[in-house]
């Protein structure tokens, strides 16, 4: 359904946002992380960015990963 | 702000930089003057100075390249991200690099490689990512003018090298934070379905499905306006938004800017004496647009520029409008209700029965 690939792109891309930036380990392409460790690192990025910490991909999120900005991680190394 | 992890630094004060190819968007001089610019903003907060090299290896080796560009930490073409920088160190350290994919410009209409710079250069002397929405270390992409490192920067580069501070810099404000109990408002206006909430040179935006509001600075979205807007507010009929701002007003088609604008205040018939305009609505129901000054408030018939102010006006606040303060920060009209900011108080006020229905704080409408 549109729908479910509209989830399925926010989530993929999500997910390359956060191992880009937030450090999360690059799972199979294509295949969802498993969802702790995505959670865990979705709340670093909605913390870090003071949006609500719901460990949900919400539209605010979304929309803030999509804005351009820096490539360099905002955590760690 | 942040450093990275062991306080990375360079060790002595006199640093080079070379910049190794150019981006075919911009003269090479607007690409040199971007680049020596955006070091001298660091350069005026510290005791660092920046000497360019023509040949060999320089600390800082400046680049532009696109997708997979040699340091395994490929681009991912058009907007997304723009470049990256590495910390202070041998080798790659202070390395920074631009994505050729992405339009650079010198000014605001599309990335502007001074600020981008300014940023990565940041990382390239120790400075890692701000959460504070209001500093030049903010991951995410804004344009602004003037002078781009907030206190919050300043002080994050002055932590790892000391420095000395311009009397003569006015560093960038530091974004006020939604939650707090005083907050008070700048302006308040709708814009095609948005609610947008003005506080010092800040804007959040309020969007029905999104939880959150998004904070902006107002020169990141309009490059035109002054730094402070004193009173908005939407006519929807004519899908226009009017802004005022000291004894100016400008009127936007959705973020475009109306030819002719902006004009002053007094064209619409307001005596010279008024210097600003506090608070600005238009009541759909009645087609009637009130502006607040002081202690008093103007209304206007349908159309603004007919300079045509209702007859007996100005007329006080306090008499009008029982119950509220007697003077106004902010007003947005919905569904039949006046909301009236003051200070950090919220009146929902019925304007068909003339009476305070409610009261809370401010920042209510912020989630806070």
């Known amino acids: 359904l549109p729908l479910q690939s509209t989830e399925k792109d926010n989530r993929l891309f999500a997910e390359k946002y956060l191992h880009r930036l937030y450090g999360l380990p690059a799972g199979l392409q294509g295949r969802l992380q498993k969802s702790d460790t995505f959670q865990t690192k979705l709340k670093e990025m909605q913390k870090f960015f003071k949006l609500k910490v719901t460990g949900t991909l919400d539209d605010s999120t979304v929309e803030l990963m999509k804005q351009a900005r820096c490539g360099v991680p905002d955590i760690g190394e | ?368």
């Open chain 2, 1 to 368: 702000y942040n450093h990275f992890p062991r306080h990375l630094k360079w060790q002595n004060n006199n640093i080079t930089f070379r910049i190794l190819n150019y981006t075919p968007d911009l003269k090479k001089a607007d690409v040199d003057r971007a680049i020596r610019n955006a070091l001298n903003v660091w350069a005026d907060v510290t005791p660092l100075t920046f000497k360019k090299l023509h040949e060999g290896i320089a600390d800082i080796m400046i680049s532009f390249g696109s997708r997979e560009h040699g340091d395994y930490n490929p681009f991912d073409g058009p907007n997304g991200l723009l470049a990256h920088a590495y910390p202070p160190g041998a080798g790659i350290g202070g390395d920074t690099h631009f994505d050729e994919d992405e339009q650079w410009t010198k000014d605001s209409s599309a990335y502007n490689l001074f600020i981008v710079a300014a940023h990565e250069l940041g990382h390239a002397l120790g400075m890692s990512h701000s959460s504070d929405a209001g500093a030049l270390m903010y991951p995410v992409y804004s344009y602004t003018t003037g002078f781009p490192l907030s206190e919050d920067d300043i002080e994050g580069i002055q932590a790892l090298y000391g420095g000395k501070i311009h009397d003569l810099l006015k560093p960038r404000p530091v974004a006020p934070s939604k939650c707090d109990p005083d907050l008070s408002f700048d302006a308040v206006t709708e814009l095609r379905g948005e609610t947008i909430v003005f506080k010092d040179s800040f804007y959040w935006r309020l969007h029905p499905q999104m939880p959150e509001p998004e904070q902006t600075l107002i020169k990141s979205t309009w490059p035109f306006f002054p730094k402070k807007v004193d009173a908005a507010y939407e006519n929807p009929e004519k899908d226009r938004v009017y802004m005022f701002s000291g004894i100016k007003m400008w009127a936007l088609n959705g973020y475009d800017l109306v030819d002719g604008y902006p004009k002053y205040i007094h064209k619409l018939g307001l005596p010279k004496s008024v210097r600003k305009v506090d608070a600005a609505v238009y009541i759909k129901d009645t087609g009637k647009t009130l502006l607040f000054t002081d202690e008093e408030y103007w209304r206007y018939a349908k159309r603004l520029f007919t300079r045509t102010m209702d007859r007996g006006y100005p007329r006080s606040i306090e008499e009008d409008f029982p119950g509220m303060d007697d003077e106004v920060d902010a007003v947005a009209y919905h569904y039949g209700q006046l909301y009236f900011f003051h200070e950090h108080i919220q009146y929902e006020y019925s304007y068909a029965s003339r009476k305070v229905l409610r009261i809370q704080r401010t920042n209510s409408i912020l989630n806070c």
